[in-house]
C-alpha cells in the first residue's frame, strides 16, 4: 500500500556521511522525525567515535541556523519505515549491500529512493526486491541548505510512488523537486560538468586568472541565471545570438561549441524566443511586458541583496 507524503512522519537516511547528514536535517529542521543509520562495519570504539562525530557535525550545522535566527535553541534538538533515503558511497557493491540489508528490513510497501549522484535508476532496480518502489533522488551539497533535488524514475517506477510520495514529501519540507530521465549526470551535474571544465581550460588557456573568472561566474554569468534559467534566458535575447555565436566559438575554439540541433531547428522554424511568441517556452499567452518587468524586478532584488546594484549618480 502507497502511503501519501501527508502520512510520513519518520523518515530513514541510509549512509551516515556528508550527504545523509545533510538529508537528516533537511528532514528534521522541517519537524518530521529521523533516523540516521551508519551502515559500514565499524568495530565497537570506531563506532562510537564515528557516532559522536557525525551527530557533533549535525549539530554544528543547526547552531549555524541558530545564529541565522531560522530556528531557536530549543527546536535544534533533532527529534516502522515508511521512506528510506540510501546515501552509502558511490560504489555499487556498496549499493547493493545496503539494498540486500534494506529489502531484508523493511516492508514491502516501504519506498527506497537512492540519493546517488552516478548509477541510473534503471540499474539500481536490479539490486532491490519490488523495484517499482525505488526511485533516484539526486540531492545537491549541501543538502540540507540546497532546495533542488532531481528525481529520477524509469517506466517500472510506480507513479504514485513519484509523484504522491516523493515529489509531495519533498515539496512539504522546502525543497523543489524536478524530474528527468534516466540519464547519466542528470540535470545539474551534466550541466556544471561542462561549465568547470571550460573554467579549467581557460585557465589553462591563459585565458584569464583563476580569480577573475570566479569573479566573472559570481557577478556575471550565475547572476543572470539564478534568475532566468538557461532556456529561458535563450528565448529572452533570442536564438538566434546563441545561434551565431556557436558557430563562432565552434570556428575560433573548437566543435564542442556546435549548437545544439534544437537549436538550429528553433532557427529553421522561426522560434526565436520571446520576439516570435515562441522557443522553448510558448508565449502566446503571456503578457511579455509584465513578464519581463517582473524579472527585472527579481533580478534587481537580487543585486540589491548582493550590494551589487547600481547606484544613481554614483559618479558624482
Given amino acids: ?26 528532514f528534521a529542521f522541517a519537524g518530521l522525525r529521523v533516523t540516521l543509520i551508519d551502515f559500514k562495519e565499524r568495530a565497537a570504539p570506531a563506532r562510537a567515535e564515528f557516532a559522536a562525530a557525525a551527530l557533533g557535525e549535525i549539530d554544528r550545522h543547526l547552531q549555524i541556523q541558530v545564529e541565522f535566527g531560522r530556528i531557536n535553541a530549543q527546536e535544534a534538538a533533532l527529534a516502522g519505515c515508511e521512506v528510506v533515503f540510501e546515501a552509502v558511497p558511490e560504489i555499487m557493491a556498496a549499493k547493493e549491500a545496503a539494498f540486500a540489508w534494506l529489502c531484508a528490513h523493511i516492508a514491502d510497501g516501504a519506498t527506497i529512493a537512492s540519493t546517488t549522484s552516478t548509477s541510473l535508476v534503471t540499474e539500481l532496480q536490479n539490486a532491490v526486491t519490488h523495484p517499482q518502489r525505488l526511485v533516484n533522488a539526486h540531492w545537491l551539497n549541501p543538502a540540507h541548505v540546497m532546495p533542488l533535488v532531481e528525481i529520477s524514475r524509469s517506466g517500472t517506477t510506480d507513479e504514485a510512488v513519484v ?4 515529489k509531495e514529501l519533498l515539496r512539504g519540507v522546502g525543497k523543489v523537486p524536478v524530474e528527468c530521465a534516466p540519464s547519466a549526470g ?19 588557456e591563459g585565458v584569464a586568472s583563476a580569480h577573475d573568472i570566479d569573479t566573472a561566474v559570481r557577478t556575471g554569468f550565475g547572476l543572470r541565471f539564478s ?17 551565431y555565436a556557436s558557430h563562432y566559438l565552434a570556428k575560433e575554439i573548437g566543435q564542442r ?28 499567452d503571456v503578457e511579455v511586458p509584465a513578464y519581463v518587468k517582473r524579472r527585472l524586478g527579481e533580478f534587481g532584488q537580487l543585486l540589491e541583496h548582493l550590494g551589487l546594484a547600481p ?4 559618479a558624482a
Avoid at 509523484?163 to 516523493?166: E, G, K, Q, S, W
Avoid at 550541466?191 to 581557460?202: G, P, S
Fill in 1 to 26: 500500500m502507497t502511503h501519501s507524503a501527508a502520512d510520513v512522519r519518520h523518515i530513514h537516511v541510509l549512509g551516515a556521511g556528508r550527504m545523509g547528514q545533510g538529508i537528516a536535517l533537511a
Fill in 227 to 243: 534568475v532566468l534559467g538557461l532556456l529561458e534566458f535563450i528565448d529572452w535575447g533570442g536564438c538566434d545570438i546563441l545561434y
Fill in 163 to 166: 509523484v504522491r510520495l516523493i
Fill in 257 to 284: 561549441f556546435e549548437p545544439a540541433g534544437i537549436v538550429s531547428r528553433h532557427m529553421e522554424e522561426g522560434r526565436d524566443g520571446i520576439r516570435d511568441g515562441k522557443g522553448f517556452y510558448d508565449y502566446a
Fill in 311 to 314: 547606484r544613481y549618480n554614483s
Fill in 186 to 204: 542528470y540535470i545539474v551535474p551534466r550541466l556544471q560538468a561542462l561549465v568547470m571544465n571550460e573554467a579549467a581550460r581557460m585557465v589553462e
